[in-house]
């Protein structure tokens, strides 16, 4: 799609200088602005109405040589294969391929932990294995967190969004609430996931992030900016993993 347009649509994707950006309103924008989307691997340029979008798509082009060198930085995809480390919850687990179903195999005095694959796919093998410890271990966590703050028990689901890495939808009737993780908390610290199920679940007292709610987390687990800055600095490398 060519920068030279008469007229540009919230959404539009655009090709400046081969590096993906994409245009988007947003009312409460001031001005036309540029931010990194690591997760998708785009820049987003901003505008506060669609009248400004075409001067958006001219900024994104002015600064060609910015988003090329912000793109760059982004990690790259990993390629899940036999012999590489990865880290669960901060335990390490070496990847190996051997016959059988795909299961993990604790630690020992010769060992790390380890997912252990048997299946001619390797990679969504242990994609899903990872998948089924992070929805164990994040129900656990919920229950806990939900627990300790008298609140019902919610639903718990993974998903694999982009721009979040949970999300707390309030009871319907006689339907508890649902809270919805991201996958990849399971390659984050300890720490740092269960931060992300304590805030979802100062959801279900607070659909908000007044002071309440943020008493709340801070009574689960003190302070959020480490985890927050955590999750900041290193969720490229997390939407990269098994892509």
């Not at 958006?56 to 002015?62: I, S, V």
């Not at 294995?129 to 967190?145: D, V």
């Not at 610290?189 to 008493?215: S, T």
């Amino acid at each position: 799609m060519s920068l030279f347009r008469s007229a540009y649509h919230d959404g539009d994707r655009l090709e400046v200088e081969g590096s993906p950006v994409r245009l988007k309103v947003h009312a409460r924008a001031r001005r036309v602005s540029l931010r990194v989307d690591r997760a998708r691997r785009e820049v987003i340029a901003t505008a506060p109405s669609a009248r400004r979008l075409a001067e958006a798509a001219a900024f994104a082009r002015d600064r060609a040589d910015w988003i090329a060198a912000r793109l760059g930085e982004i990690p790259p995809a990993e390629d899940l294969a036999p012999g590489m480390i990865v880290e669960l919850f901060g335990e390490p687990h070496l990847l190996t391929r051997d016959e059988g179903r795909a299961r993990f195999v604790a630690a020992d005095p010769y060992g790390p932990a380890r997912i252990v694959v048997g299946e001619a796919a390797f990679g969504p093998a242990v994609v899903r294995l990872i998948k089924r410890h992070a929805l164990e271990r994040l129900t656990a966590m919920t229950r806990a967190h939900a627990g300790a703050l008298g609140a019902p028990m919610p639903k718990v689901l993974l998903g694999d969004a982009k721009g979040r890495w949970g999300s707390c939808k309030p009871p319907v009737g006689r339907e508890p609430a649902v809270i919805r993780y991201s996958w990849r908390l399971a390659l984050a610290p300890l720490a740092v996931a269960d931060y992300v199920a304590a805030h979802e679940c100062g959801h279900l007292l607070e659909l908000n992030h007044g002071p309440k709610f943020w008493a709340h987390v801070h009574g689960l687990v003190g302070s959020e900016r480490p985890h927050r800055d955590w999750l900041r600095d290193h969720g490229a490398r997390l939407h990269a993993f098994g892509r």
